[in-house]
């Protein structure tokens, strides 16, 4: 089992002079924790019919991609169009 490496601790003061200065704060940090916020992936399945899985692997094929990255891409293109809705 690999042993992660424990920063090390500092004040908050510390943290914050050390950064404002520019310096390396990442001994600083636990990464092993670290996120990004609005970026959590969720699993979903999505079911094609068959012609449109070919037209979508041809598509990433002609531009280098996964067929993963072209539908991420299309439904990124989409939804920065529709206007956002209000709860």
């Known amino acids: 089992m690999k042993k ?7 004040s908050a003061e ?10 390396d ?12 916020p609005g970026r959590e992936l969720q699993r979903v399945n999505v079911d094609f019919p068959n012609w449109m899985v070919r037209a979508m692997d041809s598509e990433a094929s002609r531009l280098g991609v996964s067929r993963q990255a072209l539908i991420k891409f299309v439904m990124d293109r989409h939804l920065q169009d529709v206007p956002p809705q209000h709860a």
Not at 25 to 36: E, F, G, Q
Request: charged fraction near 35%; aromatic fraction near 10%; glycine fraction near 4%.
């Open 4 to 10: 992660t490496k424990q920063p090390i601790q500092i």
């Open 14 to 23: 510390e943290f914050d002079r050390r950064f404002d200065n520019g310096e």
């Open 25 to 36: 704060i990442t001994p600083y940090l636990d990464l092993s924790k670290a996120s990004r």
